[in-house]
C-alpha cells in the first residue's frame, strides 16, 4: 500500500461550473491517479501534484522539515571556513591585492 496523496484539479465536472480539487489516496504515479479522479468525478483532468503528509500538517513539498542536508552543511562549512581565512589572514590577502593592482597598473 502506498502511503502517496496526489491532488488532482479536475474541470467540465458534471452539475458543477469551474474547476474541482479532490485528493487520490493510494497511488504510484500522476497519471494513475489522473484517471482514477475522472473516473470517480467525471471531469477532466488537467493539473495533478504530490500532496505529503506529516503528523500535524500537509503540504506538497519532498521536504518533510526534519534534518539538514549534506549540501547545507558544506556550504555552511565552506563560509565559516572563509571567514576564518580571512579573519587571520587578511594582511597577506590584501598584499597579495594591492601586489596584483600595481603589477597590474605596471603592465598596462
Known sequence: MSDRVY???LIDCPGRAGTKHVRIHDCMYSAEAKAQAEAMYGGRAIGCSNV???????HSSDDDGEGTS???IAVI???L???WLLMNF???ILGL???ALIFW???S
Not at 505529503?52 to 500537509?58: D, E, F, P, Q
Open 7 to 9: 491532488e488532482v484539479t
Open 52 to 58: 505529503y503528509h506529516t503528523k500535524n500538517n500537509s
Open 70 to 72: 549534506f549540501s547545507e
Open 77 to 79: 562549512g565552506a563560509i
Open 81 to 83: 571556513l572563509g571567514g
Open 90 to 92: 587578511w594582511p597577506i
Open 97 to 99: 591585492g594591492v601586489a
Open 105 to 107: 597598473v605596471w603592465k
